[in-house]
């Protein structure tokens, strides 16, 4: 990159051209406030409008609806069931038999109609209504309480049914309402149309003013904004190039000028960007050392020691050889000539030294099984991913739970996936820990020093949709799976490292 040469931007001088420093946001923010206090005032006053109209014309409808299917069978209804019970046999009828459920369904109706209608005669004409079906209540009551068929046939006629009963006296009331109803939706249908008309008229004009005034702002503007553009844009061509030096840009545009000072600024914020790239790899390279010092765990190798010290006391030499072997097997494959991206056998065979190790440790504990198929044998993947989950499942897992369990590995290939799982059926663990365990993995203050760190290895080769997932079961064991990709971007990223240093 070339030695920044570019003015100071703290020192350069505001743009002398005579006008007003004003930022793009305030234009258009005035210019936004006017047009829309004005159109919104026009809306809001004329939706208003059209807002109560069509609220009392819902509401007229509704009344006429309302009225039309009340005044339908309402007289015949309750003609025809108090004339039932006034010619049925007085052994046989009582109060339950009046049609008080139809009176109820009346004064319900009425009810909401008063509070529906808009017109004084028609509030006046439900008020009346209900006063008439308490009446007629009061009637049919009368009735069911006389013996006499003819003085029951009398009140019939008199007070419900006839022509100057409450029934008929109710649906000429209710015709009535409809009538003035009806005559109330003709009118503000008229007046709806007419607000229309004027909602139409003022939205045109209105738009056509703010097309005007768009039009006549924009080109005003866009004279100050594109020539600074112009000027702003030959500079990032060469400062793409390399080429930092050039003299500030000339504009009266709060923006633009901020935009000509940042550009100087853009140099140093790169160089810290590769700084911090530099500072990650070290980063990935201290992650890999602090992993390669957790794995070979010197408490291991005493203890290892120890038990082939003991098995050769014992004069058990096949196991000595054995896990002799393994042990150097084991860090052999540790170190592997520096290489920190291995075949899947490699990262196999010393997983399967350390489990020979531990079983003859653990023989009355632990077996072991391994199921990976041969064709994932060759995928590359990065080194001592396995043994530290191993340890986990020997450790907190089987040596936690009664009797022999069992430490299984298989592997399978899933799309462009590799999943390998680490499975025990040791002690197993709650909801809770589970949980932790998960969220804490990536956590700096993790105290699974072996878990986290593989899981920042595998992050850090192979990004961050790869990782470690857990399942767990408390009493039944726990499952870790860890998830690679299959091909492609392990040895490369590794390779960009190294290169870059």
Known sequence: MKKHGGNDPKTTPPAATGHKNRSIRQQINRMLVLISVSMLSVMVLLILML???????????????????????????????MYNHVIRPRSEVSEADLPMEELDKAEEVLHRLEETTSLPDNQWRVRSMLDMCGNLRTYMIEIAETESYDQRMDLL???????????????????????DEVQEL????????????????????????????????SVHTSRRITDPIRDLSGKAERFGADDYSGSPVQTDITELRTLDQNFDKMANRINGLLEKQREDQQSLHRAELE???????????????????ILAESEREEDVVTMVTSLSTFFRNSLNDGQDIIPLRSELAQATSYLEIQQ????????????????????????????????????????????????????????????????????????????????????????????????RRIRLYCGEGYGLSFESEQGKGTEVTICLPSEGMVGIRKQTIQENG
Do not use: W
């Open 157 to 179: 006629e008199r007070n419900i049914r006839g022509e100057t009963g409450l029934t008929l006296l109710i649906e000429t009331y209710m015709h009535d309402f409809m009538d």
């Open 51 to 81: 807002v109560s109209i069509n609220s009392r014309y819902e509401g007229a409808l509704l009344c006429a609806d309302t009225a039309a299917d009340f005044n339908k069978e309402f007289k015949n209804t309750v003609d025809l069931a």
């Open 186 to 217: 003709s009118r503000l249908v008229d007046s709806l149309h007419t607000q229309s008309f004027l909602l139409i008229l003022v939205s045109v004009a209105a738009l056509a003013a703010l097309i005007i005034f768009i039009v006549s702002y």
């Open 291 to 309: 992993l390669l010092l957790a794995q070979i765990n010197p408490h291991f190798l005493y203890n290892t020691l120890d038990s082939i010290a």
């Open 360 to 455: 003859i440790r653990y023989s009355d504990i632990m077996n072991y099984t391994i199921d990976v198929p041969d064709e994932m044998m060759d995928h590359m993947v990065p080194k001592l991913i396995l043994q530290p989950l191993i340890e986990n499942a020997l450790y907190h897992g089987i040596k936690n739970r009664r009797g022999r369990g069992t430490i299984s590995i298989t592997g399978r290939k899933e799309g462009t996936d590799l999943l390998l799982k680490v499975k025990d059926n040791g002690a197993g663990m709650d909801p809770v820990h589970l949980r932790e365990l998960q969220d804490g993995i990536y956590q700096e203050n993790h105290r699974g020093l072996g878990l986290k760190n593989v899981a």
